[in-house]
């Protein structure tokens, strides 16, 4: 599904160039395209749910139930989008539907799903239960859960009690009306990915006062015999004999070995009318073939004589300098696996955030109910992550506070001990610890970003010691610019060789301009005091006020790296997903 992946430089701004880690997402190019063209860039995989039930009400007087289950998206003001259902099983009160309902998993996004379970008219049957009127039907119960719930499962499956819907809003015990078990399975993608570094020779100069600047577009044809785009290289500027840098083509992308591409070199044009300097077509097996004979293939210009089409070879070679092949897993198979994502906070307590008393304070509590900057970016970040960690126990920092009687700390426990036990249960328990620290620090500063970097990479080393499987994601809440910013990188470019990513929100109307140097979007990466660069981009830096009232959430824009990071960690440490359990 969607783009290969090259490396970055001008073809990112020029040609929508693209990441250096490998897409391992499905294979709906459809999809992809529809959510790519509304900005979203996020992680994503379709997802197939298979349902069964046990224990139902029978409301049948002469046979038992004949069940139907309904899935619906619930958004967070309570609305409800369908999904899909299943079909009806004829007179059973433990019924296992055939029927897979399809949901779009998003990894930056708490989904709500809701089942519902009906019995239905005997006589309904086949495509007629897709169109009847629920309202008609017996009601049997129903149960939510978050998707992540299920996809964090290492058996990929979750069970739970069904209630009435009156019920479920009650705080009274509902009464049990059965169960429901959701079992997912990611649509099979081909993990097989080929790497290829491709290099031309001989290009036609198409500029004037210097050389073209070349990027290649590979194309695989479509069923109705059109082409569609699945990669592009970066823009080489100035050069005749370009080597570009790796693309991956996923085996999903292609179709298989022997499909055939379409590999074009253009010359880039700031107006988007990029010249056609010279195509080949060859299927994965021939440019392997290329790949192992070290020669070369000419490129051919189509042209038109008279009604007929022609191909007019040219003295410009395509080389395929490397060729190799390897199995690039998923995301989600790590967590299949029983790897857990592991997270952490750290909040600032400078004297810059205001005073907590009063309602101009970036600390300030509302206790009608309305959350504080400080408190949004804990719930709306940790409301995603915390389904990936087993326990829950969420170790939590203040930095630049004056505790009670002592110094100023730029990395103290939130929970109140002095000790090395920072942990609190749950995202309730942060925000909980978070009002108690309120009144019990003084606000001081400077803002330091180092101490509590290095508390989480200590965290971090620790595990890796121990050969266990997590990795790390450190929220960092600020509302000024760190004054210990080469402190900051080092400790930054250290923790980039460990499970760790950091997240950074900045909050209230501060200058931030100087905080987005730790975010290595721009291709620029962190360098050490000691000239030390660091192994991967771990940072994720976003001011509060620009995602504030937008259509992308705070989390969304925070998240949108991570499963990245993720991945490039594990993938440079040759670490593999643990054995996933057999499915049943």
Known sequence: MGNCFSGGGHGKFAVGGTSSVPNTHGTNDAVDNFFKSRGYNGLFYQIELSLSASNLRDRDMLSKSDPLAVVYTKGKDGSLQELGRTEVVLNSLNPQWITKIKVTYFFETVQTLLFRVYD??????????????????????????????IVTDPKRSWTTDLVSISESTESTRPKKLGQLTVH????????????????????????????????????????????????RTEVLKDNLNPEWKPVFLNMSQVGSKDSPLIIECFNFNSNGKHDLLGKAQKSLAELEMLSFSKQGENLFLPITIGKGHQSKVLKSQFFVKKFSESVQHTFLDYFFGGCEMNFMVAIDFTASNGNPRLPDS??????????????????????????????????AWGFGARPIDGPVSHCFNLNGSS???????????????????????????????????????????????????????????????????????????????????????????????????????????LQSSTGRVASRDIVQFVPFRDVQGGEMSVVQSLLAELPSQFLTYMRNNGIQPKTTLPTT
């Open 120 to 149: 239905v008219d005997s006589q309904v049957q086949g495509p007629e239960a897709k169109t009847l009127k629920l309202d008609d039907q017996q009601y049997l119960g129903e149960c939510t859960c978050k998707l992540s719930q």
């Open 184 to 231: 997912a399975e990611v649509e099979l993608v081909s993990k097989t990915t080929a790497e290829l570094t491709f290099r031309c020779s001989d290009l036609e100069n198409k500029d004037f006062f210097s050389k073209s600047d070349c990027f290649l577009v590979i194309s695989k044809y479509v069923e109705s015999g059109a082409t569609f785009s699945i990669c």
């Open 362 to 395: 970036l600390h300030y509590i509302d206790y009608s109910g309305r959350p504080n900057a400080y408190q949004k970016a804990i719930q709306e970040v940790g409301d995603v992550l915390q389904f990936y960690d087993n326990d829950k126990e969420f170790p």
């Open 419 to 525: 000790g090395k036990n920072a942990q609190v249960a749950g995202i309730q328990g942060i925000m909980t610890a978070y009002e108690q620290a309120l009144s019990n620090v003084r606000l001081a500063g400077p803002t330091l970003f180092g101490p509590v970097i290095t508390s989480a990479a200590t965290i971090a080393s620790q595990s890796v010691a121990a050969n266990e499987h997590k990795y790390f994601v450190l929220l960092i809440i600020t509302d000024g610019v760190i004054t210990d910013q080469q402190e900051t990188i080092d400790a930054i470019v250290m923790a980039s060789d460990l499970p760790l990513s950091i997240l950074i929100v900045g909050v209230g109307g501060a200058d931030f301009k100087d905080m987005e140097i730790l975010d290595a979007d721009k291709g620029q990466k």
